[in-house]
């Protein structure tokens, strides 16, 4: 009888020992939910400047090719594609000495690089610039050569 009872009691605490409850499941989801959040949010950020600095960074390379087309041509282009291509102009293809750019690629949102001259922010030479996140030209998030870095 002794013996039956220790068996009892083995099985009693093997059976308790099986698995988790339902409330150990619920707080490790629950804990899991909280440090997701905190992750998506961190990173969520760090993917908003990236894409910011890359824009800021292509205004830069673009700006120093418009100089460099100025510099040959004495003069501004007309749009961007004439930093890749030579113009048809004959005057300003003897003077072309590019390609001053591979290729006049989108800025992150994959909207088209804006260029102006004489430029609204810089009226005596030009203006470059990405429409920004909202894709909307003129608006607070524009990125352009006229901020300081």
Do not use: C
């Not at 009691?9 to 905190?38: D, K, P, Q, Y």
């Not at 961007?80 to 750019?101: C, H, I, N």
């Amino acid at each position: 009888m002794f013996a039956t009872k220790q068996i009892q009691i083995r099985r009693r605490r093997t059976h308790r020992n099986r698995g988790f409850t339902l409330m150990e499941v619920l707080l490790v989801l629950v804990i899991l939910v909280v440090l997701a959040s905190l992750a998506v949010n961190m990173f969520t950020g760090t993917q908003e400047k990236a894409e910011r600095d890359a824009a800021a960074a292509e205004v830069g390379l673009i700006k120093r090719g418009i100089e460099m087309y100025r510099f040959h041509t004495r003069q501004f282009p007309t749009d961007l594609q004439e930093l890749v291509t030579k113009p048809s102009d004959a005057k300003l293809a003897d003077r072309w000495g590019g390609p001053y750019m591979d290729k006049v690629s989108t800025d992150p949102w994959d909207n088209e690089y804006r260029f102006a001259a004489p430029g609204k922010h810089n009226p005596d030479t030009f203006d470059v610039w990405s429409v920004g996140p909202d894709g909307q030209d003129g608006s607070a998030d524009d990125i352009g050569n006229w901020e300081k870095t």
